[in-house]
Structures are given as C-alpha cells and as structure tokens.
C-alpha cells in the first residue's frame, strides 16, 4: 500500500508538471506581455535546423560563441526526424518540465516525508519561472532536469556510494556540463561534501569507509562524456577548450549589467546592458586589429586581457559587482514586473528553506546536497554575470527545502492523505 501510494504521488507531480508546461506553451504564453513571446531567442532552434540538415556547428562560430552542444543537438535530432518543428521540441520540454517535478518529488520523500514531497512537486509543477523557459527554445528546462537528476542521484550515491551511482552521477553531470559549462567544476565540489560527510561519520563512530573507487568513477564517467567534444575543439581550434569559452564574456558583461540602472531596472538590461556590452567588444576587437567574434578563440583572448587588466586595476568594482550578484542573481530579468515577481518569489522561498535547513540540522538530514547547488550557481555567476534566468536550474533543489520548511508549519494531520502526502 505505501509504494503504491509513492509511485500515485509520483505520478501526480509528473503529470501536473507536464500538463502545466502544456498550458504554458498552448494557452498563456502567447497571450502575455511580461517576456518576449520569440520561440527561438538564442538561435538554438536555427543551430538544430542546420545539424539536421547536416550541416555542422561551424557556421556559429568554431567554438559556437559560448554556446555548448548538447541542447541544440537535441533539437536537431528532433528536427531530423519529425522536421522542422518547434513544437515537439517543446512538447519534449513539457515532459523534461513532468520529470524534474517527479525527480523532486522523489527525492523529498527519500530524504524527508511525503508531505513534503507533495509539497515540493506541486510548488515545482507550477513555479512560473520553470513553466516559463517550457514554452520558447530557451535550455534552462534541460539544464533544471539535468541539475535535479545530478541531486537525485547524489543523494542515491550518498545512500549507497557504489561505483553504479558514481557512474550514474558521472554521467548526469557530463550531461550537464555539454548543455551548460558553468557546470563542470561543480562534481569536483561534490566529491568534497561525499568525503566530508564519511569523515564526520567516521567521527560519530559509524563503519564507513571513503568511496575512492566509486568517487573516481564519477570523474571517469563525466570525462568519458566530455572528451569527445574536447578532441573536436582542439581539432577545430588547435588549443585545449574542454566544452566552451565564454569566462571572459561572461565577467566583462556582469561589469556592465551590475551597474545602478540596470539593477534598479531603471533601464531594461536585456536590451541597454546587452548593447552596451556588445560595442564594447566591439571596440576592444577593432582596437586589436580584428573583428568581434570572427574567429570565437581570437575574440576570448582578447577578451581575457582586457579581464586580467580590469581585475587588476579596479578592484573595488570586481568586490561591488560580486556582492550586487548576489542579489541580482535572483531578479534581474528583462523589466521590473518580471524581476519584482521572479524576486518576490525567491525571497518567499528563501525564508522557508532557511527554515526548513535548521529543521533538517536537528533531524541530521544531509540538507547540504540540496543546498550546495544553489550556492554554487550563486556565488560562481555573482563573480561573473548574475541575471535572474540563471537562477531557474537550481530553483527546485530551493523549493525542496522551501517546503521541508512549510511542511513543519502544516498541522500535524493524516500525512498519508492525498496523492502519497
């Protein structure tokens, strides 16, 4: 009876995630006027419309302009076997939307109760932030499921350290990092709490021994993944690119995106700060000689001088712009109604997840698998460039812990209620 109700609960999350994302991309989402209404804002849909038609990356740039390969080589193969058509890329988004609420849900029960689970996959399924990156090509629906597995699978791998579930989280988190490199120091970290956490048990007394062979594999796995599109950028590039550039593009335009009327929304950053930031890449090419972004590892190198000299030369800038990321990481959107409600919702689920961490403290719960993705992504972007879309990946590892914390305040009543709550 109790699995019985687990998978009923399981498969409610899934299917209200899924059906949120399907009214999201049918019903509302060309009928609003808070975010751009364009299907395909980065070009990815364009980059899977050549791979089908066999044409490669290399008309995008050697190196794809900071882009990496995973996402819109998915599109592509979706475009090689149903055609052009962006919708089943989208319909794929809503059942990635259905798994990353079934993911959460499962790991909520497994670590806390299934009232938060509940709880947790229900605030997931209909979080306007997620549900909006459903209904456009944008990859953050990819990116969220893959970050969510990479949680799900490390608390299996902190449960039973195997070198299956090492092989399952090296694979999830190459995975992660072709769809977005921002990831790929993240297992590194990750492998750190694995053996911080032994050791503290060992102190407690407890028989445990230090997963070398199983942290290895994870390492082993993630690389296996990555290596591929490492061999084709040294062969395209003749330098060392693990998956993408872009370190240097990404700290030079947080300068400019960080300044008082960008974050204040006074003017709309998206649009001023993103030009802004584009002519004066512009400039610093011409004034090497060359061309923005005619050849993608010439321009990082420039790029990366002028980082090294800025970093040096105004320091009180780099420590302003990084505290002013911490912040703007959770609401700098594209105007201020969606950065006061992407915002408001964040600071909501702080409050309780700040709540529901000294509760998983006293109950010796290992909050910090959910807790250090979030902090990662945070403080990693608030060095660089915070804007609030970055923020949605890492939002349902928040929620989980938003709702450990709202579960506690919930009168104490038939947890075996509803849908497994």
Not at 75 to 80: D, L, P, Q
Not at 190 to 199: P, V
Not at 267 to 287: D, I, K
Request: glycine share 8%.
């Amino acid at each position: 009876m109790t699995a019985m109700r687990t998978a009923r609960g399981g498969i409610f999350v899934f299917i209200l995630g899924t059906l949120a994302g399907l009214a999201m991309v049918f019903v509302f989402f060309h009928s609003q006027s808070l975010v751009d209404t364009s299907v395909d804002p980065y070009q990815f849909g364009i980059m899977g419309k050549a791979l089908a038609a066999g044409k490669g990356f290399l008309e995008f740039g050697v190196l794809l302009k900071r882009r990496s390969p995973l996402y819109p080589s998915i599109i592509g193969g979706i475009y090689a076997l149903f055609g052009e058509r962006p919708r089943v890329m989208l319909l794929l988004q809503c059942l990635l939307h259905g798994g990353t609420c079934c993911l959460a849900y499962d790991l909520a029960r497994r670590m806390f109760n299934r009232r938060t689970a509940l709880i947790a996959g229900v605030v997931i399924a209909l979080h306007p932030m997620l549900i909006r990156y459903v209904a456009d090509l944008h990859l953050e629906t990819l990116f969220t499921f893959l970050i969510m597995l990479i949680a799900w699978l490390g608390y299996r791998f902190y449960l039973h350290p195997s070198v299956a579930w090492g092989a399952a989280l090296g694979a999830a988190a190459g995975l992660a990092t072709l769809t977005k490199a921002v990831v790929i120091i993240y297992p590194g970290l990750l492998a750190i709490g694995f053996l911080l956490s032994t050791l503290r048990a060992r102190k407690r007394g407890e028989n445990r021994v230090i997963p070398w062979t199983a942290l290895v594999t994870i390492f082993a796995v993630m690389g296996a993944a990555i290596i591929p599109w490492t061999i084709r950028n040294y062969r395209v590039t003749g330098h060392f690119v693990p998956v993408s550039t872009g370190f240097s593009d990404a700290f030079l335009r947080g300068l400019i995106f960080s300044r008082s009327e960008f974050i204040t929304l006074r003017q709309p950053p998206y649009v001023y700060a993103e030009n802004q930031s584009n002519a004066y890449f512009r400039e610093l090419c011409q004034q090497a000689g060359t061309e923005w972004e005619k050849n993608d590892w010439e321009t990082d190198q420039i790029l990366n001088r002028e980082m090294k000299r800025r970093f040096f030369a105004e320091p009180g800038l780099m420590v302003r712009r990084f505290f002013v990321g911490l912040f703007t990481f959770w609401y700098e959107m594209t105007s201020l109604a969606n950065s006061m409600l992407a915002g408001g919702l964040a600071l909501v689920a702080w409050i309780f997840a700040l709540l529901g961490l000294r509760r998983a403290r006293a109950d010796g719960k290992p909050a910090w698998l959910l807790f250090l993705p979030v902090l990662y992504l945070n403080l990693l972007l608030a060095a660089l460039l915070a804007l609030g879309r970055y923020s949605a990946p890492i939002l349902p590892e928040l929620l989980i812990m938003a709702a450990f914390g709202t579960e506690a305040l919930l009168p104490e009543r038939a947890a075996s209620a509803g849908f497994g709550a």
